[in-house]
């Protein structure tokens, strides 16, 4: 019996972190607190809408509260990697194991440190895979 195995790494937002200053007019690394609204607006308007955004940001505060992480940067990461990764990865194998009940399936998520520099700086982001 054949199995399925879907993933990601424990840090996969935090290879994106890096552009959004190029492309957010104002926004500079570390992040400011405001930046948190203005990315998720940024990335999330033109598929659900500004009002939209704007009415579930109190929720997703509460989800990811910023004394939970390091740094503004460290959450917006965390973000990400649930929102293009983390999130996806796990319908995906919902959906295989609901569709093939015979083979076993694993979700799994890489979360390997290593001492070269850009693990220090990144975690191990999606290249690491």
């Given at each position: 019996?054949?199995?399925?195995?879907?993933?990601?790494?424990a840090?996969?937002?935090?290879?994106?972190?890096?552009?959004?200053?190029s492309i957010i007019e104002g926004l500079h690394l570390p992040m400011k607190e405001d930046d948190f609204d203005t990315i998720l607006h940024y990335i999330l308007d033109p598929i659900v809408g500004h009002d939209v955004v704007t009415s579930e940001l109190p929720e997703l505060h509460a989800l990811y509260p910023l004394e939970n992480y390091k740094s503004v940067d460290d959450q917006m990461?965390?973000?990400l990697r649930d929102y293009m990764f983390l999130?996806?990865?796990?319908?995906?194998?919902?959906?295989?194991?609901?569709?093939?009940?015979?083979?076993?399936?694993?979700?799994c998520q890489f979360g390997?440190?290593?001492?070269?520099v850009d693990f220090k700086v990144g975690g191990d982001y999606h290249t690491h895979i």
């Open positions: 019996m054949q199995s399925t195995a879907v993933g990601s790494t840090n996969e937002g935090s290879l994106f972190i890096p552009m959004f200053p990461a965390k973000v999130c996806p990865s796990r319908r995906a194998a919902r959906a295989v194991a609901s569709a093939v009940t015979a083979a076993p399936v694993y979700l390997y440190i290593n001492n070269w």
